[in-house]
């Protein structure tokens, strides 16, 4: 089971509704996962679009440069979010 992160008004991935366009600030996710997050293209620093969830709300559409991915909303939950403008 993914290690959630504490929700002390942290955002994640999960949060965002369609249309949205956040940043990547840090993940939660360990080995394997996290390891997968990374080479799809989930990096800290990225701006990523929510395109629209599945029609029973999972998994959820994401749009990064030129790609899309889908994700399981159990992975999207453990990926910390900023606002798009947000510089770290």
Do not use: F, W
Not at 54 to 81: F, H, M, Y
């Amino acid at each position: 089971m993914p290690k959630m992160p504490e929700r002390g008004g942290a955002r994640t991935l999960n949060d965002i509704r369609p249309g949205g366009r956040v940043r990547i600030h840090r993940h939660h996710s360990e080995g394997a996962v996290r390891q997968r997050l990374l080479d799809l293209g989930l990096m800290p620093n990225v701006v990523v679009t929510v395109v629209r969830s599945a029609p029973l709300n999972d998994p959820i559409e994401l749009k990064l440069d030129a790609s899309s991915i889908t994700l399981r909303r159990r992975e999207a939950i453990t990926i910390e979010v900023t606002s798009e403008d947000s510089e770290s």
